[in-house]
T-cell receptor
C-alpha cells in the first residue's frame, strides 16, 4: 500500500516544452488535488477532481490541464512550459472529508 | 473565497521553549482547520486539526485553539525539540460545494536552537 506516488521526482524543462506529471493512488479515494508550492507562498490549488470523469479548476489553473479517467490516476499536463511554472508540485488525496494527504512532490525547473 | 493569513513567517525559539503560530481566516462558514508540518524536501504532513464545534485540541506537545468569533486559530508547540524545526502551514476549509477544498496560509519556518 504505497498511498500516493508522484513521478518524476525532479525534472528540468526548456521553455516551450510540454510534460505530464503523474499522480497515482492506491487508497481508492475519490478526491484528488494538484497544488503548486512556491517559496513563501504556501500551497495554491491548480485543479481538483471529485471522482473519475470529473475535474474542475482551482485557484491557479492557467497553463495546466488535467484528466481523471480512473480513480487511481490524476495526471497534470503542462503545455508550453514557462519559467513561471518553476515550482514544486504536490498531488493530494481525500475521501470525502477535508483531510488531505500529500504525495512526495515533483520539483520542476523551467529554463 | 476563503483567505488565510499566517504569522509570523519565521520563528526562532530556544530548545525547550514554546512556539506559537497564528492564523486568521475570512469566511465565517469555514468549519475545519488543519495544521501541516513540512520538513525540508519532504511532503506536507497533517499533524493536528480542529473543527468549529471545538475550542481546543491537544496531542502530546502540540495543541490548537480556535476562536470562531475572532476568526483566528493558533498552533502551540510546547517543550520544543530540534525535530520540531520545519515549515508549518495552517489551512481553512472552503465552504460551499462538496469538493472539500482547503485554503492554505503562506507558512511559518520554525527553527529550534539547541
Amino acid at each position: 500500500n504505497a498511498g500516493v506516488t508522484q513521478t518524476p521526482k525532479f525534472r528540468i524543462l526548456k521553455i516551450g516544452q510540454s510534460m505530464t506529471l503523474q499522480c497515482t493512488q492506491d487508497m481508492n479515494h475519490n478526491y484528488m488535488y494538484w497544488y503548486r508550492q512556491d517559496p513563501g507562498m504556501g500551497l495554491k490549488l491548480i485543479y481538483y477532481s471529485v471522482g473519475a470523469g470529473i475535474t474542475d479548476k482551482g485557484e491557479v489553473p492557467n497553463g495546466y490541464n488535467v484528466s481523471r479517467s480512473t480513480t487511481e490516476d490524476f495526471p497534470l499536463r503542462l503545455e508550453l512550459a514557462a519559467p513561471s511554472q518553476t515550482s514544486v508540485y504536490f498531488c493530494a488525496i481525500g475521501q470525502g472529508t477535508y483531510e488531505q494527504y500529500f504525495g512526495p512532490g515533483t520539483r520542476l525547473t523551467v529554463t | 473565497g476563503e483567505n488565510v493569513e499566517q504569522h509570523p513567517s519565521t520563528l526562532s525559539v530556544q530548545e525547550g521553549d514554546s512556539a506559537v503560530i497564528k492564523c486568521t481566516y475570512s469566511d465565517s462558514a469555514s468549519n475545519y482547520f488543519p495544521w501541516y508540518k513540512q520538513e525540508l524536501g519532504k511532503r506536507p504532513q497533517l499533524i493536528i486539526d480542529i473543527r468549529s464545534n471545538v475550542g481546543e485540541k491537544k496531542d502530546q506537545r502540540i495543541a490548537v485553539t480556535l476562536n470562531k468569533t475572532a476568526k483566528h486559530f493558533s498552533l502551540h508547540i510546547t517543550e520544543t525539540q530540534p525535530e520540531d524545526s520545519a515549515v508549518y502551514f495552517c489551512a481553512a476549509s472552503i465552504p460551499g460545494a462538496n469538493d472539500y477544498k482547503l485554503s492554505f496560509g503562506a507558512g511559518t519556518t520554525v527553527t529550534v536552537r539547541a
